[in-house]
């Protein structure tokens, strides 16, 4: 099994301490059984990776010392996830998921067809660290809390291009190559689509590019790891090298 990770919220740097609260000393010592000595990966968001040393331990919390940067900063491409929330193992899934694939922030936003009426944000926030934690990533995407979708659209910063997975486009998939780089976010609507009222509002967006995902109707889970896997394909971090 590879080196323990942990996401700490403070800064790093060589020779500099670091405090860890009741949960993380509870993972390092009761869960992965190390104490005092051992070395781990630290990662606050900001500096990249730090093997780091744990300098005490104990029930309530711990410290450790950042020795080197072992992993310069990673961030992800500028895209953002707009999920409607659906049930909750499903949205957890969504969430580790975005993580793993590379999102920059996760807004859960409720649509008109959108069962779930509240997020346990901290919870969601949580996975994404577990996630960042375990996929060796140096930077954990912001869950924000649920907003109505029409309120984010009202708010909207029109420098950010909206990937609407467009379900009644079902069909051949569309490509994105050719699209413009820069800041996106990708929108997957619930269970139930998106609504006359919302398409309407979309639709008339300058902003907002309609694609299919394929010629079959995805469940929304599946649907966000389909379009950021495209997303990132054409548009992100994973081009560059052809096969040869
Ligand atoms: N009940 C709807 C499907 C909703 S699927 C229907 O039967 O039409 C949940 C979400 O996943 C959709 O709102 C859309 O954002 C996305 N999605 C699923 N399959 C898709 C596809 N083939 N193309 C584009 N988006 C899709």
């Given at each position: 099994m ?5 996401y700490?919220?403070q800064?790093?740097?060589?020779g500099?301490e ?16 190390l104490?005092?000595g051992?070395?781990i990966?630290?990662?606050n968001?900001r500096?990249?990776?730090w093997s780091?040393q744990?300098v005490?331990?104990?029930?309530r919390g ?8 072992v ?19 499903r949205?957890?899934?969504i969430?580790e ?5 590379g ?5 859960p ?12 944000r ?5 996975h994404?660290?577990e ?32 990937l ?6 079902v069909g ?6 050719g699209l413009p780089?820069?800041?996106w976010a ?16 979309l639709?008339g ?6 694609v ?6 995805l469940?929304?889970d599946?649907?966000?790891?389909a379009?950021?896997t ?10 560059g090298s052809?096969?040869?």
């Amino acid at each position: 099994m590879g080196q323990v990770r942990l996401y700490i919220d403070q800064p790093l740097g060589g020779g500099q301490e670091a405090g860890l609260d009741t949960a993380q000393a509870h993972y390092l010592g009761g869960v992965m059984r190390l104490g005092p000595g051992a070395e781990i990966e630290a990662f606050n968001g900001r500096d990249g990776g730090w093997s780091a040393q744990i300098v005490e331990l104990g029930k309530r919390g711990g410290r450790i010392e950042a020795v080197a940067q072992v992993r310069p900063p990673l961030p992800p491409p500028d895209l953002w996830l707009m999920f409607a929330p659906i049930k909750k193992a499903r949205t957890d899934f969504i969430v580790e998921k975005a993580t793993e694939l590379g999102c920059a922030r996760i807004l859960p936003v409720a649509t008109e067809f959108t069962q779930a009426g509240r997020i346990a944000r901290d919870r969601l926030q949580a996975h994404a660290v577990e996630a960042a934690e375990q996929c060796g990533g140096t930077h954990v995407p912001e869950v924000a809390e649920l907003s109505p979708l029409t309120r984010v659209l009202d708010g909207w910063d029109e420098g950010r291009r909206i990937l609407w997975a467009d379900e009644s486009r079902v069909g051949p998939a569309e490509t994105l190559a050719g699209l413009p780089r820069g800041p996106w976010a990708i929108l997957i609507g619930p269970e139930g689509g998106f609504s006359e009222a919302e398409r309407t509002r979309l639709g008339g967006s300058g902003v907002v590019t309609p694609v299919s995902l394929g010629p079959r109707i995805l469940r929304a889970d599946t649907a966000a790891c389909a379009a950021i896997t495209l997303w990132q394909a054409a548009l992100g971090d994973w081009g560059g090298s052809r096969m040869t």
